[in-house]
DNA sequence: CTTCGGTAATTCGCGGCACGAACTACGCAA
DNA sequence: TTGCGTAGTTCGTGCCGCGAATTACCGAAG
């Protein structure tokens, strides 16, 4: 369902908005809780063009949440880390973010939530690990 | 799933790709589909305001997709509709998007797919119309 | 009829977002 | 050393979204 979706975004949009975030911004944070990454590793994770990176990193930057770091072992390279103000602010828009959206499913009776949850894990998995190993079903 | 939602997002972006629109685009020449609105209309339904709606249409509009018509009752107001070459990408993208997200779900067995279309559609239903007859959950 | 508040849409200026092409600077191997 | 590949940046373009101000009209009240 589409429209399902489309809730997931409002929400995330809304949850974001209120941090003084926008949802690009906000998912950078949330990608760079677990550890910081280099540019391209970013743009990877994030499905944009190195270009586009770069002035998110830059806008992101000036607002005081993350911070290029040199990389030790290449000189070109840069790391892209949280600072102190972001790592707090990650971990409420986080929270938060995940708050609503486990709202979306509040009409539901817990056992049909958990049902939920694990179809649509399943997709993810499904979807998430392609290219290889695409054995009988002659994709592509 | 915050993750399935990406999943969704992307295949659809890929599709209005494809068709060259841009999501935006395709959302508004679906919206159009069942009938012309008012440029209000739009707004309400996409969730923009006013000033964001004339940017879009006028974008679409110079790629001959939707056009501008009187309203008969109004002559304030205006009438959005699908041009013939709209209506046709209209439909093509329209069934492009449905399959490639039908597509998503293709790993999962029937009797899954309907419980998981069966699911969404009461989070959809849970939430597209609050605001009334909210009695027993102090809502908000 | 005139006046006047509300409404439909547009215009303007701003900033975020994403892209590709061109460029810099470095790593690394031949 | 030469030269290819890679990490990031810069630049120019276009889409998108917003709020404030503006234009033009509707409709009701006086």
Redesign the pocket.
């Known amino acids: 369902m589409v429209r399902s979706t489309f809730l997931v975004n409002a929400a995330y949009a809304d949850a974001a908005r209120e941090h003084g ?5 906000g998912q950078l944070l949330c990608v760079l809780m677990a550890q910081p ?7 990877a994770m ?15 930057e ?2 005081g949440l993350v911070r ?1 770091e040199p ?1 030790a ?8 880390a949280l600072t102190e103000e972001g790592g707090r602010l990650a971990d409420d828009f986080y929270a938060d973010a995940c708050r609503r959206i486990e709202n979306l499913a509040a009409g539901l009776p817990p056992a049909d939530k958990d049902a939920l949850a694990g179809l649509l894990g399943r997709v993810v998995a499904d979807n998430e690990a392609p290219e290889v190993f695409t054995e009988s079903t002659g994709g592509e």
């Not at 975030?21 to 911004?25: A, C, K, V, Y």
Request: proline residues 3%; glycine residues 12%; charged residues 30%.
């Open positions: 975030l926008t949802p690009q911004q990454y280099g540019m391209g590793e970013l743009g994030l499905g944009l063009a190195k270009s586009s990176m770069t002035g998110l990193v830059d806008r992101t000036r607002n290029r990389d072992r290449d000189t070109r390279a840069v790391r892209v």
